[in-house]
């Protein structure tokens, strides 16, 4: 029971640390996932949305997306359940060729926020390969007089699969005169060899077949096989021995094709064709047969196409030279790749703004940017720079990603557009760089207050003179752009005679007002005046009848009197339709209430009422 309680505790341990070090990743912003390699596309990889606590909303809102540096996309972001998936199949021996642990890196930008997230993402193995041989079948020449126990090495099976599912085993089957034996190999690795058991005899028996069967350790076990098909010759005594047992050789990854990188040399005691020896590259992987040729006369190797550090910075190769006979000696060669400063940096905008406020607060990002240089040591160490003299500055965020901020508020009205050029130099010789240029545009804000062209403006004015006219022009500008800079003009109180001008106005709308109520009581005071006429007419022509002997005097009115009530308060008015100006002309005539003496009448002459009248 105690024994069961302290592995119950270990456990609770383990996973409480596992947890521990989940949150410390994601507080750090790095998710680590794991999924098998051959998933179909659209395959689940893991809840990024869920471990970076970020709602469905935001994902969409905040512009999250996957940044891969390599040149093919293998995950994209579910935009509706926030999963990282497979954008690609994913074979992890093309990816991850004589790598144990195959691991794809990719970054998760939130724009919104300019924060980043590094993801990596363990592609596991699955036993899809089967083991196989370079050649369907192999031939061996052996001497009769081939001691017992002698080893001769057989080919290699190749399973690109890792761990359990790689090659595990060799097995021989034939007859009596061969056994297998498999010895590890300096990386590990079996190497199956054939071993005499038994003397052999040209007269009894010339050929000898055999099957090699090698399998890995999958669930089912995968196998593959090879014939093995032994020649047995007259006596052959002396085998080839080279003159190192390894090479050693380093070159710069700029090397021309075609050089000759290193060349080995074997020797045979033997004379005639037991002499005569061939070479062959034994051991290689098929990306080293691509790159190197082995001269099988000469012993040369040669380089086929350009060599790239970032690649492969080491091949090893074993050479074997063997005589007409089936004897044989074995070299290794090793190549080393030196690193040339041949990759400049690559400088990329991950996100960036296009415009920007000028009443901005400092340090507010502008940009985000990211670095990345293939070579390796000095010459992959980068430098970033940005011009001088700017508003701006350059700020490492995460790893080798750079932010440009702001470093004081900005003005539109000294500099409207900023062409920011960031600089990215590594530490080769000679030394390489990029550049990036960033356009922003400057938005304006109404910071600014219109200003007059003069503090003081005086004019002269003549009296008399017409409505409307122009007495003078103002002028002023503002520094700020569009509907902010647009200048409205309006005049604030003055004095006239000691009256506000804005009351100007209202004295003139009563006016006009008044002098419509007056002449609506002018009109029917003429309709009167006409029936008035008209009653005297008929009283005219009554008296010269004689029928109105004896009416009083005071019934009869003056005309004149009347015309020159009208003309007494004669008045021109005119009002704009614009609310801003107005103007009101009264005539300089006299306000008596008697026309002048030229202009009256005769009093034996009765005077037309309104407008030229017949006196009859």
């Known amino acids: 029971m105690c024994a069961a309680g302290r592995r119950w505790g270990r456990r609770q341990r383990a996973l409480l640390w596992a947890v521990l070090l989940a949150a410390w990743e994601v507080a750090w912003g790095q998710l680590r996932y794991s999924v098998p390699e051959e998933m179909p596309k659209g395959s689940f ?45 994913i074979d992890r021996e093309q990816l991850c060729r004589m790598v144990e642990k195959c691991v794809l890196r990719c970054e998760l930008i939130v724009e919104g926020e300019m924060h980043v997230y590094r993801i990596e993402v ?34 290699r099976a ?6 359990r599912n790689s090659l595990q085993s060799y097995e021989l089957r034939g007859d009596e005169h061969f056994s297998l034996a498999v010895q590890a190999g300096p990386g590990g690795d079996q190497r199956p060899e054939l071993v005499l058991a038994k003397a052999l005899d040209r007269e009894e028996a010339a050929f000898h077949e055999l099957v090699l069967r090698a399998s890995d350790g999958g669930d089912p076990a995968l196998t593959g096989t090879a014939r093995i098909r032994v020649t047995v010759l007259d006596a052959n005594d002396n085998a080839p021995v080279f003159s190192q047992s390894e090479y050693t050789v380093r070159v710069p990854e700029d090397v021309p094709v075609g050089s000759t990188l290193v060349t080995v040399t074997a020797t045979d005691a033997d004379e005639g064709l037991n002499g005569f020896l061939k070479y062959s590259l034994k051991k290689g992987t098929d990306t080293a047969s691509g790159i190197f040729h082995l001269d099988s006369e000469t012993g040369e190797i040669k380089l086929l196409r350009i060599l790239d550090f970032e690649e492969g910075n080491s091949y090893e190769l074993e050479v074997q030279a063997h005589d007409s006979g089936a004897l044989f000696d074995t070299a290794k060669v090793a190549i080393t790749v030196t690193d040339v400063n041949d990759n400049a940096p ?17 340090g507010t990002v502008v940009a985000l940017l990211h670095v990345e240089d293939r070579d390796s040591g000095v010459n992959g160490e980068v430098r970033c720079s940005l011009d001088e003299g700017v508003p701006f500055r350059l700020e490492k965020s995460f790893e080798d990603y750079y932010r440009v901020v702001t470093v004081r508020e900005l003005d539109r009205e000294q500099v409207s557009e900023y062409n920011l050029t960031v600089r990215a130099a590594d530490g080769g010789s000679p030394l390489l760089q990029s550049t990036v240029v960033l356009a922003l545009r400057v938005l304006d804000v109404n910071d600014n207050a219109p200003v007059f062209a003069q503090e003081r403006y005086s004019a002269r004015v003549a009296e008399n003179n017409a409505a409307g006219a122009l007495v003078l022009t103002v002028l002023a500008r503002d520094a700020d752009w569009g509907q902010n800079a647009r200048v409205r003009y309006r005049l604030s109180e003055g004095r006239v005679r000691g009256a506000p001008l804005s009351s100007l106005t209202r004295w003139l709308v009563l006016a006009v007002a008044a002098v419509s109520c007056l002449f609506v009581a002018f009109l029917l005071l003429l309709l009167a005046l006409r029936l008035r006429r008209w009653r005297r007419q008929q009283l005219l022509a009554a008296a010269s009848s004689g029928a109105l002997r004896g009416v009083p005097v005071s019934h009869f009115v003056g005309i004149d009197g009347v015309r020159a009530f009208l003309q007494s308060y004669s008045h021109d008015v005119s009002l704009t339709a614009d609310s801003r100006k107005s103007q009101l002309r009264f005539s300089g005539a006299s306000c008596c209430d008697t026309l002048p003496v030229p202009a009256r009448p005769p009093p034996d002459e009765p005077a037309p009422l309104l407008g030229d009248e017949d006196p009859a």
Not at 348 to 356: A, G, P, Q, R
């Open 346 to 362: 690559e400088l990329t905008v991950s996100s960036k703004l296009n415009e920007i406020s000028e009443d901005a607060k400092t």
């Open 122 to 155: 363990e592609i596991t193995d699955i036993n899809d390969n089967v083991p196989s041989f370079p050649e369907a079948e192999t031939e061996l020449r052996l001497s009769e007089t081939t001691a017992p126990d002698s080893r001769f090495p057989l080919p």
């Open 158 to 163: 190749h399973d690109p699969d890792s761990g």
């Open 45 to 89: 990889v893991g809840d990024v949305a869920k471990d970076l606590r970020l709602q469905l909303p935001e994902l969409r809102n905040r512009g999250v997306h996957i940044v891969e540096r390599g040149r093919t996309q293998y995950f994209s972001l579910h935009g509706k359940t926030g999963h990282l998936v497979t954008a690609e199949r």
